[in-house]
């Protein structure tokens, strides 16, 4: 009917922008040179000892989201890209991750590691959902040799643990796993070595401490940005006031629809503001090595 299903359909141009302070102990003063590193990256507000984000819905069909993170005081960034294929699968709902996460450390000869994605699935969405991980991924790191094979297991339908993990680390040319990777994602992870002199190393999830994100005041923001843009349908979903979400979404998407035609009709293609295309996938223009490369030059 009129009614919206599906109140937040990203809109071709909406950008998200947060940033995460890092605890104190992780801090180290910026050199000389670098002290405005911060300023030119993805949320120029944020200091040289944080981790900063940015993602830009870059395609409307099919609906790709690019995004970008990175550490400046650690010299790790992060560039990804990613689009869904759903379908509903009885009582769940599957949806196929496509895209991959290229993680740079520069400390480390710029070592990269390209990293695939899980599917994700939403259980018993007609009683008490809940959402798994399930499918195998990789890590693969070209420099060095190192990749990882990793697969997140599915609950069974009868018994059985939720959030199971299981995985493999190797280094070329060796066919043996140095490592071995069990637990569950969200709980405790168990990491064995293949040698028995080596200690397990124990990731506990759940006493993680947990860093709140930090996002600008909405008069801040830019037009296109997530919060701001949605404003109106979060607040309508807020007091439980369905007609006005369906009638904020609607706006929004007549107003897209309206632009596209208008590029059309004056034959402008649309044009991405942080990311580019590469192959098939997308690049942050502005990343961490180009602008310290930029500040070495200087």
Request: contains cysteine; glycine residues 6%; hydrophobic residues 30%.
């Amino acid at each position: 009917g009129t009614i919206a299903k599906k109140p937040y359909n990203p809109i071709l141009g909406e950008t998200f922008q947060c940033y995460w302070d890092l605890p104190k102990e992780l801090h180290s003063a910026a050199p000389p040179n670098e002290g405005n590193l911060s300023s030119s990256g993805p949320a120029p507000w944020a200091s040289y000892n944080a981790v900063s984000f940015v993602a830009e819905q870059v395609s409307h069909h099919p609906p790709i989201s690019g995004f970008y993170a990175e550490c400046p005081c650690k010299k790790m960034y992060c560039n990804g890209y990613i689009y869904t294929k759903s379908r509903f699968l009885g009582l769940s709902l599957g949806v196929h991750n496509i895209g991959q996460v290229r993680l740079h450390l520069l400390e480390h000869d710029d070592e990269e590691y390209v990293v695939t994605l899980p599917s994700a699935y939403g259980r018993s969405i007609l009683t008490v959902p809940w959402i798994e991980l399930g499918g195998k991924c990789t890590i693969n790191c070209e420099k060095t040799g190192y990749y990882a094979n990793i697969e997140f297991h599915c609950k069974p339908f009868y018994g059985g643990k939720k959030h199971r993990l299981t995985g493999e680390v190797f280094q070329k040319p060796d066919k043996k796993p140095f490592l071995r990777i069990e637990g569950e994602w969200n709980k405790v992870i168990t990491l064995r070595p293949s040698s028995d002199k080596e200690e397990p190393i124990i990731i506990d999830t759940c006493n993680m401490p947990t860093i709140k994100k930090k996002i600008r005041k909405f008069e801040a923001q830019d037009e296109r940005e997530s919060r701001r843009l949605w404003r109106h349908l979060t607040a309508a979903l807020h007091t439980n006031d369905i007609e006005s979400a369906t009638s904020a979404k609607h706006e929004l998407e007549e107003r897209q629809r309206a632009e596209t035609r208008e590029r059309k009709e004056k034959g402008i293609e649309w044009q991405q503001k942080l990311f580019a295309p590469h192959g098939d996938g997308w690049l942050y223009k502005e990343n961490l090595k180009e602008r310290l490369l930029r500040l070495q030059q200087n």
